[in-house]
């Protein structure tokens, strides 16, 4: 019995470089999280209020986002099966972009036609690095931790949808629209940080397989 749960306890035990991944797909989820709910709660007031529209409009402009996501979703799929290895990289990729195209939006330089249209774009790259972002993290979840792991790294959707509306209601509370668009553009531009550095530690450290047999 005593060399059974030696066994077992070694089985479940996480190294430091475990951890350092669970600590990133933590804040990935948290990033991600923070710029989602600037979208579903603030895009149409931002719309009304810089771009002067109407808000059958800015609503029809939140529906297209959320349409052309689920669409990147569906070709994020194809791109990941075609390269189950590179996920990071195509996590790291589309939200660079889908920040880049954020951020153009919330300049307004592009006026009230050109606007939606980069707001489009920038929900077909976050949808597309959906697939990819979630095989991400089951590649970094070490063996026999799945539940701590997850448990951690998805508690980060709701820190994140907690404390959003804390800081970006303040900044809408003042008028600082664009600040609050480009705030959710910046949390993208970290979260294809963060699968930047997680790359890293996987390449570093590699998942090994549980070769321990559980009694």
Known sequence: FFFSSRRRHTRFKCDWSSDVCSSDLFVFLFCMTMTYSVVQNFL?????????????????????YLLTAAAGNFVGGFATTRWPDRV????????????????LSATALLGPWGTPASLVLTALAVG???????LMIKRATPVGATGRV??????????????????????????????????????????????????????????????????
């Open 44 to 64: 149409v007031p931002i719309l009304q209020k810089v771009h002067e529209m109407g808000l059958a409009q800015a609503s029809l402009v939140l529906s297209a």
């Open 88 to 103: 990071e990289r195509i996590v790291a990729l589309c939200m660079g972009a889908a920040a880049a195209l954020m951020l």
């Open 150 to 215: 997850y448990g951690l790294v998805f508690a980060g959707l709701d820190l994140g949808s907690a404390v959003s509306p804390l800081i970006f209601g303040v900044l809408m509370d003042h008028g600082f629209y664009g600040l609050t668009l480009s705030g959710a553009a910046l949390f993208l531009l970290g979260g294809a940080g963060v699968s930047v550095a997680l790359t890293r530690s996987l390449q570093a450290h590699p998942k090994q397989p549980n070769t321990g047999a559980a009694i």
């Open 128 to 134: 597309m690095g959906a697939p990819a972002r979630d």
